[in-house]
């Protein structure tokens, strides 16, 4: 590979050379624009085959030193049907150049890389253009894709730097990948995030990412999301869910060095609806009457804490919720600083008041540099761009960064009329620090949201940190020594200490020949690869709160955690295309080849165990205990595949086409290791046979295609675990996953039909698409009852149905010259369903979740409902208990997380050189669970936990039957508590109040009999004010000569949730990219970003 | 001739990746396969972690026994066995982590042990082992649960194993065992001294520990089916059971992570405070004078008193008396079944009319000795307890029941599930009721309800499981034996 690159530069930079000339004349002339007649300024003008050129000045004239025997000029410009103009005898040449109108025969790019006109196509692709990804730029160019293709549903979690989860038309695995394939100019890109199972679980873990994110947004050209199985049967069985194409710049003929610059700054902040909102009301504590001893109101330590003779009251520093004592300025009590000697408030009692600085002040103001700068160039035969991106983030919270260098190369060369050669190469490198942890491990977002202490000020616990350099917390375990940490660190003593590192070096490109062996026949030859290693780093500082850490994940007050990663994968690809124009009907095009892919994955991950012996050394080798056994991860896996693939296409009208493919899987038992698929799509252009005039194109498909589909290496041998050693006793067990020798390859039928319309002189464009999936004979590590001795094994079996519908609709609303105004808008809906799972199962339990919630495959529902202890039903009505709490019945679906439908509305609007987007972005059904709100209230933190009832008192107020023994004579006046909404075990109307005034009460976490989990499932639709634009284009009358272009763009993202119904969360939050959605722990909040943008180019 | 070259390409392609792919799809980081003795090691070492841990998770029955008592989240004082799913932790525990790993080695030893050299004596001995210790997991499962899958356990093929009755599971385990003993031959090695964390390799120790084991099988069944219990004491006593302290089924555990005692990771590393003495067992031992008490709690910062954490509730950690300082070590010893506990059971069985030597008074008083000498109390203090009138077995209060069983209750003080059992058997008076939620006295737990994952994973076995533990999946129906 390396060779071949080296050959590849050396070629383009000879051909680059240019020539000399003898006898010279001078041609001049003036580029008109066939609308108005008026001059075009910034035409490319170029001698053809040659690199002698220029470009119209303001006025759209030009003039051209050109030998006198010289033959034609090629006149180029964005948007303009490129002109070629003889020369002849003539030294002034003038020309009308006109919008190039070909829309219709649109070119896209297909799998393998394929370039087809759009019309031929039976099967929907969506493509979007550079702009929607670099316009409004994101840190990870997948969530620019939001709202813009229809059916491509985008959750972003909101992790820095983190993961996006995209599922385009469904979940179609049980438990393998459902994110599509990233595919940049032909080579497959990696897009795992090899995040941990515990992370995936919502225990301890970072959000790494995704390895998709690499793609550079600046040198993305165009990117055509192929949606169904048969748009993909080329690829295999890795498309089964969907392939993102991305298409890169490259550079073009034209005369001397194009150079484009593009300079950003974005800002962000917290969207404050998207974090909790904290009651004001009462501090510290659990419940009054559990702590005897707690003062003569039970809320306080009552006790002559410093030994100076008198007693003082001390705030219960141990417990990490909010339903203590009712703030009381006039009292003056011991905090959590009291016992600092740094702290101003040593020994000193203050008065009892809620915090001035709320967790909200957490978070700093987030920054992204963006800048980039691009060189292209070539002529007729060569061409080449090089592009560099600068890529510099800080998040918005302490130590958080992350830096990312892209360099880029695209270079094609003609060493032939025949063979052409194509060298595509990208360098990356990020380093990030201080990644969102996720979930209910050692997270700011689960401490802020689920366990914390109003009357605690963030900004004091700052001060303590930077003065103190110690891990001086809030939530002291011994109330003699009450800063000695409990549960929770000192917020900043986690940002500062405890963070993560992590760097990634990277490199994908691909190398190809063309050979054009006839008029009808070429023969492409292509080796491509993309491969990276990472280093990820975790790390507890010595003094921190033990917590799960390391391979055992044990508790671990300090320790040290690293993880090398190295990914490759190779594709080498021969492809035969051949086409021929039969007779003046008939057309056919045709593809032959083989390929073949080779992925290794190699990692090692090591950890320390019983804490770190020096301070801030995070070696291995500073563990106090052994080292515990590594994880080492060596696989290797190869695919060999032959494919074929015809198109007939009948008078550009009625094209059929067909492809065949076949695969070999080293996974797979070697007997059973070959699997064939194929596809079949009918495309008919009807518009052809109309002669209406408001239809300008109209084309109806269909298709049918069956994908096969190989598993993961090494899961067709059994293995015993090496556990550590006991002593000098050496430990192996039975392994929790059992492997399968018998497997058989996955299979994915779908079915698709769709209409494309477009009229009123194409200002409407309309897609309709309808599709359906069955995925079937899945390969599913299956959770077994614990009975058999193991926890999973890998298992064929089960079926996943998906059908839908979308459809996108564009409208120029206003076209002319001056002002126009596009509306695009797409909506789709996607329903799945489980129908069987492997023999003997009926659920499948895809995330167990903290909360007594799981996510699961359940036959008969939609994939990936929520499972946990749910409301007892009579009658329609929820019933509540004789204590007059909801009561709880085991095991109940409780919420789906699908969406109902998903959609997106985007305006273009321009006027003259002035353009301004809005996009609004659409999540409708779909739920979620959140363990925030139901650790949250149960401590009392949210401002809902500390109102009023409907009697007008404070629900924290005891709750006042006025017959202890008779509930139904009612309640005082001047009760509290809650009267909640439901029936009676009898059917009546609940009149029972439910006490509100301690953790266990109303908003109580719950257990097996009350206070069910569903309690906290929430509606996940949101309405989004997701992206808004404006750009100026300067006028070319004020560029001149020096720059071709030149803009300034003021972009915002996330300005506005326009509707939600999860409180104090954004609803798209999550753990990361996988199949685990719908669960919200520790969620971090939307941050709205507003930037501003400079771009230019000579 | 496109043709011909594509043909042989794919036919080379074909016909060269078989063996290659084999090659491929193989393991290079993973053992394929183990020794015996590495999977038993791991079996037992399973087996006591799952007995003498306290992870809130997976062992919540030293807070069931009320020894302990929890400061702030006392969600399992109140029996809670939803939010943390403590059944299906306490499951996996036993099926997957012990029972697996000791059935694989079973089966390894017979594939393997005449390529190991060692004679047919060795392999029974070896075997016998395993049985032994599976039997012993299986009747804390059936203890624990009422009814589990026995007869379709521990085999992956199996995907939906059926549950069998407890009793039915009693009467296997019986014969396993009774078929185990038959295979010792005391004279003949077993396991080697490495592998062995147990006896070390002592087939003789490993006996006595089977004989044990038969008469708490015995006793357990005593209310249901005298008959059998009795006969079955007879033959343990018959075969030589515990006599001493040294004959304990221990492991010594180790001062590093993750060999530690399990305790000592919710106690220290964890670094929190979740745990404090209750009450129950507290005030208790104070009426008592007991001294062990010292070893078992530490006293409030006065130095002299000691106030255990009110049962079921919230207790702050800095007010209440801690778990003994004993217990804050990484290096003591683990026990799944001790000569104290075995001295009870024989004064249970002379109660009961069973064949045993000695009375009831005398094995009561051994048995509160052993448990004393155990914890290092010293003799003089040992002869004042028994003197004590509330402790000497012709004057302490109560029936034969109460007395017996408070007594083997407060040794039983670092194994919860055994001191848990053993108030669900003999039905002594004294414990508490958690002040939370209307909770009464006969919402004590009388068994884990069972896992809740079995009702997604195996839903079919567990409805026919649910009818016969009785219809109800309650944690206060009584397991089979459990009749008074």
Redesign the interface.
């Known amino acids: 590979m390396k060779k071949l690159l080296l050959l590849g530069l050396t070629a383009v930079l000879m051909l680059a050379s240019s020539e000399l000339w003898a006898q010279e004349k001078v041609v001049s002339g003036r580029v008109t624009d066939a609308e108005d007649g008026s001059g075009l300024p910034g035409v490319n003008v170029v001698l053809q085959g040659t690199t002698n050129g220029t470009v119209t000045d303001a006025n759209g004239d030009f003039s051209l030193t050109v030998p006198s025997d010289a033959g034609t000029l090629v006149f180029t410009f964005v948007g303009m049907a490129t002109q070629e103009i003889p020369i002849g005898g003539r030294t002034e040449i003038n020309v009308v150049m006109a919008a190039d109108v070909s829309q219709l025969s649109e070119v896209v790019v297909t799998a393998l890389n394929i370039p087809r006109e759009k019309a031929s196509l039976g099967y929907a692709t969506q493509q979007i253009d550079n702009s929607a990804v670099s316009t409004v730029k994101q840190q990870n160019f997948l969530n620019s894709l939001s709202g813009k293709v229809s059916n491509v549903q985008i959750r972003r979690n909101n992790n820095f730097a983190g993961s996006t989860n995209i599922v385009i038309r469904g979940n179609k695995s049980v438990t393998g990948n459902n994110q599509p394939l990233f595919v940049v100019d032909g080579v497959p890109v990696d897009n795992s995030t090899g995040n941990s199972a515990q992370q995936r679980a919502g225990r301890y873990g970072y959000d790494y990412g995704n390895a998709a994110s690499d793609i550079n947004p600046e040198d993305i050209e165009n990117i055509n999301v192929l949606k169904g199985a048969a748009a993909s049967a080329l690829y295999g069985s890795r498309a089964a869910n969907g392939v993102v194409m991305i298409t890169t710049k490259k550079g073009k003929a034209r005369k001397g060095l194009g150079i484009s610059i593009s300079s950003g700054v974005t800002v962000g902040t917290i969207d404050k609806d998207t974090f909790i909102k904290y009651q004001n009301k009462y501090g510290a504590g659990?419940?009054r009457e559990?702590?005897e001893?707690?003062g003569p109101d039970g809320f306080f330590?009552d006790n002559d804490i410093f030994g100076t003779g008198q007693t003082g009251l001390v705030v219960?520093t141990?417990?990490?919720g909010s339903y203590g004592a009712p703030f009381d300025p006039s009292l003056n009590v011991y905090h959590w600083d009291s016992f600092v000697p740094e702290s101003p408030n040593y020994k000193k009692a203050h008065p009892w008041v809620g915090a001035t600085h709320k967790p909200d002040d957490f978070f700093e103001t987030a920054i992204d540099w963006n800048n980039s700068i691009a060189l292209s160039g070539g002529d007729e035969k060569n061409t080449f761009r090089i592009s560099y991106t600068n890529f510099d983030s800080k998040g918005n919270m302490p130590v958080q960064s992350l830096k990312r260098h892209s360099i880029s190369f695209n270079g094609s060369s003609k060493f032939s009329d025949k063979l052409t050669g194509n060298l595509g190469f990208n360098f990356v490198t990020h380093d990030a620090i201080g990644r969102s942890s996720t979930g209910y491990g050692d997270n700011q977002m689960a401490n802020f949201r689920q366990w914390w202490e109003v009357n605690v000020d963030v900004k004091d616990q700052e001060a303590m940190f930077k003065k103190t350099g110690r891990n001086v917390t809030w939530n002291g375990?011994?109330?003699?020594n009450p800063t000695d940490?409990?549960?929770w660190d000192n917020p900043y003593w986690t940002r500062y200490k405890n963070f993560q590192t992590d760097t990634r070096t990277r490199v994908f490109g691909n190398f190809s020949l063309n050979y054009q062996a006839a008029e009808w026949l070429n023969i492409l030859g292509r080796a491509s690869m993309d491969t990276y290693r990472e280093l990820r780093e975790e790390r507890r500082a010595v003094g921190s709160?033990?917590t799960e850490f390391g391979i055992?994940l044990?508790?671990?007050?300090s320790g040290y955690q690293r993880t090398n990663r190295d990914v490759t994968e190779s594709n080498y690809d021969l492809i035969?295309t051949a086409n021929k124009q039969l007779n003046t009907d008939l057309s056919i095009s045709g593809t032959?080849g083989?390929n073949i892919r080779r992925e290794t994955f190699s990692s090692i991950l090591a950890s320390t165990?019983?804490g770190l012996v020096v301070p801030n050394l995070y070696s291995l080798s500073n563990s106090?205990?052994?080292v515990?056994n590594p994880i080492?991860?060596?696989t290797?896996?190869?695919v060999?595949g032959?494919f074929a693939n015809a198109n007939l296409g009948f008078r550009n009208m009625l094209y059929l086409d067909l492809t065949a493919r076949n695969d070999?899987?080293?996974?797979l038992p070697?007997t059973k290791?070959?699997y064939f698929y194929h596809s079949e799509s009918l495309s008919f252009v009807f518009s052809e046979l109309l002669n209406a005039d408001a239809l300008d194109f109209g084309k109806a498909y269909f298709n049918y295609a069956v994908v096969g589909n190989d598993t993961g290496?090494?899961r067709?041998?059994?293995?015993?675990?090496?556990?550590?050693n006991?002593?000098?006793?050496?430990?192996?067990?039975?392994p929790?996953t059992?492997n399968n020798p018998n497997l058989l390859p996955e299979e994915l039928t779908s079915i698709e039909a769709g209409l494309e319309l477009a009229g009123v002189e194409n200002r409407l464009k309309f897609n309709l698409g309808l599709y359906k999936t069955i995925s079937s004979n899945q390969i599913v590590a299956?959770?077994?009852?614990?009975?058999?001795?193991?926890?999973f094994?890998w298992l064929n079996g089960g079926e996943i149905e998906n059908k839908g519908i979308e459809l996108s609709l564009g409208f120029d609303v206003v076209k002319n010259a001056d002002f126009n105004w596009n509306l695009t808008a797409n909506w789709a809906r996607n329903i799945s369903r489980v129908n069987s799972l492997?023999?003997?199962?009926?659920?499948y339990?895809i995330n167990?979740f903290q909360?007594?919630v799981?996510l699961?495959a359940?036959v008969g529902q939609p994939y990936g409902v929520l499972?946990g202890?749910g409301y007892k039903f009579l009658n329609g009505q929820r019933v509540v208990s004789p204590?007059g709490y909801y009561v709880a019945v085991?095991?109940q679906v409780i919420g789906d997380p699908n969406p109902d439908w998903t959609g997106g509305v985007l305006n273009t609007i321009n006027y003259k050189g002035l353009s301004l987007s809005f996009l609004v972005d659409v999540s409708h059904g779909g739920e979620v669970f959140s363990l925030d709100m139901y650790y949250g209230q149960a401590t009392g933190l949210p401002a809902h936990t500390a109102g009023n009832n409907e009697l007008g008192n404070p629900i924290r107020d005891l709750v006042v039957p006025i017959d202890p023994l008779d509930l139904s004579k009612g309640y005082a006046e001047n009760s509290g508590g809650i009267l909640f909404d439901g029936v009676q075990a009898d059917g009546s109307k609940n009149t029972i109040r439910a006490r509100a005034d301690y953790y266990?009460g109303a908003y109580y976490?719950?257990?097996?009999t009350?206070n069910p989990s569903q309690m906290n499932v929430y509606d996940g639709s949101y309405v989004k004010l997701r992206e808004v634009a404006l750009k100026y284009s300067l006028p070319k009358s004020i560029l001149g000569n020096v720059f071709q272009n030149a803009s300034l763009s003021v972009v915002g993202s996330n300005l506005w949730i326009i509707d939600k119904n999860v409180p104090y969360s954004d609803p798209e939050s999550g753990l990361g990219a996988g199949n685990g959605q719908g669960y919200l722990s520790g969620a971090y909040p939307t941050m709205r970003t507003v930037g501003f943008k400079v771009d230019l180019g000579f | 001739m496109r043709k011909i070259i594509l043909t042989l390409v794919i036919t080379c392609i074909f016909w060269a990746c078989d063996d290659r792919f084999a090659e491929m799809n193989k393991p290079t980081k993973a053992a394929v396969a183990a020794p015996a003795e590495t999977l038993f090691a791991n079996g037992v070492n399973e087996m006591f972690y799952m007995m003498n841990n306290s992870n809130t998770n997976i062992n919540v029955f030293r807070l069931y026994a009320q020894y302990w008592a929890q400061t702030t989240y006392p969600d399992e004082s109140q029996y809670n066995m939803v939010t943390r799913r403590n059944p299906d932790f306490f499951w996996r525990g036993a099926y997957r982590d012990a029972l697996k790993d000791l059935d694989e080695a079973k089966k390894i030893t017979e594939e393997t042990w005449q390529s190991l050299g060692i004679t047919e004596a060795v392999r029974d001995n070896r075997i016998a082992i395993i049985e032994a210790c599976k039997v012993y997991t299986y009747q804390v499962l059936v203890d624990a649960f009422g009814a589990v899958p026995y007869t379709e356990a521990l085999d992956p093929e199996i995907l939906s194993p059926k549950y069998d009755a407890g009793e039915d599971v009693y009467n296997a385990i019986i014969d396993d065992l009774d078929a185990a003993i038959a295979m010792v031959d005391v004279n003949s090695d077993s396991w080697s001294e490495t592998q062995d964390i147990v006896y070390e390799g002592d087939t003789g120790a490993w006996l006595k520990f089977m004989n044990s084991l038969k008469l708490k099988l015995a006793i357990n069944l005593a209310d249901v089916n005298p008959g059998k219990a009795g006969s079955m004491v007879a033959e343990a006593v018959a075969g030589g059971v515990f006599d001493s302290n040294d004959d304990n089924a221990s492991i010594q555990y180790l001062d590093a992570f993750p060999n530690t005692h399990p305790v000592h990771e919710d106690l220290v590393q964890s670094g929190r405070d979740d745990y404090v003495i209750a009450n129950t067992i507290v005030d208790i031992m104070n009426n008592l004078n007991d001294p062990r008490l010292p070893v078992y709690a530490q006293p409030l910062d006065d130095g002299v008193t000691y106030e255990g954490g009110v049962y079921g509730t919230n207790n702050t950690f800095a007010q209440k008396s801690h778990i003994g300082e004993i217990f804050y070590t990484p290096d003591i010893e683990g026990l799944i079944l001790d000569y104290a506990e075995v001295e009870f059971m024989l004064a249970e069985a002379a109660e009961r009319g069973f064949s045993v030597p000695g009375t009831a008074e005398e094995h009561y008083d051994a048995g509160i000795t052993a448990s004393m000498e155990y914890w290092g109390v010293d003799s003089g203090d040992i002869a004042n307890y028994l003197a004590n009138p509330d402790v000497a077995y012709t004057t302490a209060a109560g029936d034969w029941k109460q007395k017996i069983g408070v007594q083997a209750w407060l040794a039983l003080y670092n194994r919860g599930f055994e001191g848990w059992t053993v108030w669900r058997r003999l039905d002594f008076t004294g414990f508490n009721v958690p002040p939370f939620g209307g909770l009464t006295y006969n919402d004590i737990p009388k068994r884990f309800i069972f896992p809740i994952s079995e009702a997604t994973l195996n839903k079919a076995s567990l409805q026919e499981a649910i009818q016969l533990i009785g219809g109800e999946d309650s944690a206060t129906t009584k397991v089979f034996w459990d009749v008074n």
Do not use: C, H, M
């Open positions: 659990y419940a559990w702590f001893f707690y330590v219960p141990l417990e990490d375990g011994d109330y003699y940490p409990i549960f709160v033990p055992n044990a508790d671990e007050g035969l032959l083989g165990q019983g106090v205990s052994t515990p080492e991860d060596e290797e896996k190869e060999y032959i070999i899987s080293s996974a070697v290791n070959s290496p090494n067709t041998t059994n293995v015993y675990t090496k556990n550590d006991f002593g000098n006793t050496v430990l192996f067990s039975y929790s059992v299956v959770e077994l009852s614990k009975a058999t001795g193991a926890s094994k492997p023999e003997g199962i009926s659920n339990q167990s909360g007594g799981s699961n359940t499972r202890t204590s085991a095991d266990g976490w719950g257990n097996a009350r």
